[in-house]
């Protein structure tokens, strides 16, 4: 099973920005999934959806609490997924995590492969 690596969290003030980037384990490893997604989980509370896209047909998904702000991408040798967080916000603190999964129906449905998350934490 492929690992997923993310990396870019850090402490920013608020109203600045971060991009984080999910990568497969094996350096240079494309990813075999079509479907990539954003989840974060902040202390205490559950995992919530951030942002999914699809390599195949470009299709992008965002929760309401980020749109406009968070944008979702990913380069075109399928190597890494960006997540690109503009006009952060001290409720963005969280840990964010990066999941293969697939569309289905309009919405994204996670799947099983996750990474081990990278923090990012975003100060008043």
């Known amino acids: 099973q492929v690992q997923l690596v993310e990396s870019g969290g850090g402490f920013v003030q608020a109203g600045g920005s971060l991009r984080l980037s999910c990568a497969a384990s094996?350096?240079?490893?494309?990813?075999?999934?079509?479907?990539m997604g954003w989840f974060r989980q902040a202390a205490g509370k559950e995992r919530e959806f951030v942002a999914a896209?699809?390599?195949?047909?470009?299709?992008?998904l965002y929760a309401d609490s980020v749109k406009g702000r968070f944008t979702i991408s990913g380069d075109n040798g399928k190597t890494t997924v960006f997540l690109q967080m503009n006009s952060l916000k001290p409720e963005d603190t969280a840990v964010y995590y990066c999941?293969?999964?697939?569309?289905?129906?309009?919405?994204?449905?996670?799947?099983?492969?996750w990474g081990q998350g990278t923090q990012v934490t975003v100060s008043s």
């Open positions: 999941n293969a999964g697939m569309f289905d129906a309009g919405t994204y449905r996670q799947g099983k492969s």
């Open positions: 094996a350096s240079g490893r494309t990813f075999s999934w079509d479907d």
């Open positions: 896209m699809s390599w195949n047909g470009g299709r992008q």
